[in-house]
T-cell receptor, first 112, second 112 residues
């Protein structure tokens, strides 16, 4: 059974640009969550999608957005990139309510 | 504001030692307490605890939840160099979405 797949693995972008990250959950999982991990703040919740609907959003500016497709794949977008957006972005896939979350390898975003 | 605090933040031990990692939480609508191990990128799932006082065990690792004290511990016996990693504790919340609130992690270094 394939795990959670995130693409790309690494990205380097310039301040002001925008970026789109992709996450394919474990087959059959309908819930996808996104987290930002930085050395100073640890893992912070960005948002969670279930059946193409955003059910919860963390405390991040509107530049961070996401969506989920009918096949449960999810994308997150960050517009007008800032240096502080440099981080590891992790996607988690859940098989049901209260189930454990399984993480992908992450996308390492560097903003220069 | 939801909060998870882990201690110690870092720990250096010798192979064969036993370690105890601590996690305390203050979250609204608490559902579960999860432990993850992060070596390079993807946090890998260790345990999910929902009931107080029931120990979960996997090989040399074990964990228990104390809902009265709002805390959990992760024990690792007979540590090996391969146990070197960051151990993350997360509180899962309920209420219509799947959100994890993470602590900053405990960095464990096991020296030969």
């Amino acid at each position: 059974k394939a795990g959670v797949t995130q693409t790309p693995r690494y990205l380097i972008k310039t301040r002001g640009q925008q970026v789109t990250l992709s996450c394919s959950p474990i087959s059959g999982h309908r819930s996808v969550s996104w987290y930002q991990q930085t050395p100073g703040q640890g893992l912070q919740f960005l948002f969670e999608y279930f059946s193409e609907t955003q059910r919860n959003k963390g405390n991040f500016p509107g530049r961070f957005s996401g969506r989920q497709f009918s096949n449960s794949r999810s994308e997150m977008n960050v517009s007008t990139l800032e240096l502080g957006d440099s981080a590891l972005y992790l996607c988690a896939s859940l098989g049901g309510i209260g189930a454990e979350a399984f993480f992908g390898q992450g996308t390492r975003l560097t903003v220069v | 504001e939801d909060k998870v605090v882990q201690s110690p933040l870092s720990l250096v031990v010798h192979e064969g030692d036993t370690v105890t990692l601590n996690c305390s939480y203050e979250v609204t609508n608490f559902r579960s307490l999860l432990w993850y191990k992060q070596e390079k990128k993807a946090p890998t799932f260790l345990f999910m605890l929902t009931s107080s006082g029931i120990e979960k065990k996997s090989g040399r690792l074990s964990s228990i939840l104390d809902k009265k004290e709002l805390s959990s511990i992760l024990n690792i016996t007979a540590t090996q160099t391969g146990d070197s990693a960051i151990y993350l504790c997360a509180a899962g919340t309920q209420g219509g979405s799947e959100k994890l609130v993470f602590g900053k992690g405990t960095k464990l270094t096991v020296n030969p």
